[in-house]
């Protein structure tokens, strides 16, 4: 069972810079898609910035495009967010997500964006943008 644990939440002032993690164990694989999402209050949950851990592909929300980065430590087992230019409007919930199995073995950097059902999920981490 693929178990994942965030850190790295915390609360900034707009324009402000936070990194979250993401560390990962149970894969039976070590090629998958891992990623981050969030939901605000009273909003859905959405995709903020996904990648497939065998390299070459990564996907980001338009709006965070330029101000977020993912990146991946394979020694680690961890996925990092580094949000930069944070804004009020980033304040949400942010959920470390996960996909493994067998489409993710065919058809592999493909398959990781951010439309996918992610199967596993960790606790969620809180981010908060003051004004």
């Known amino acids: 069972q693929v178990q994942l644990v965030e850190s790295g939440g915390g609360a900034v002032q707009t324009g402000g810079s936070l990194r979250l993690s993401c560390t990962a164990s149970g894969f039976t694989d070590s090629r998958n898609c891992m990623g981050w999402f969030r939901q605000a209050p009273g909003k859905e949950r959405e995709g903020v910035a996904t990648l497939y851990t065998g390299g070459g592909s990564t996907y980001y929300a338009d709006f965070v495009k330029g101000r977020f980065t993912i990146s991946l430590d394979n020694a680690k087992n961890t996925v990092y967010l580094e949000m930069n230019s944070l804004k009020p409007e980033d304040t949400a919930t942010y959920y470390c997500?996960?996909?493994?199995?067998?489409?993710?073995?065919?058809?592999?950097?493909?398959?990781?964006?951010?439309?996918?059902?992610?199967?596993?999920w960790g606790q969620g981490t809180q981010v908060t943008v003051s004004s």
């Open positions: 997500a996960a996909l493994d199995g067998y489409f993710v073995a065919v058809y592999r950097g493909s398959w990781c964006t951010l439309r996918k059902e992610y199967n596993s």
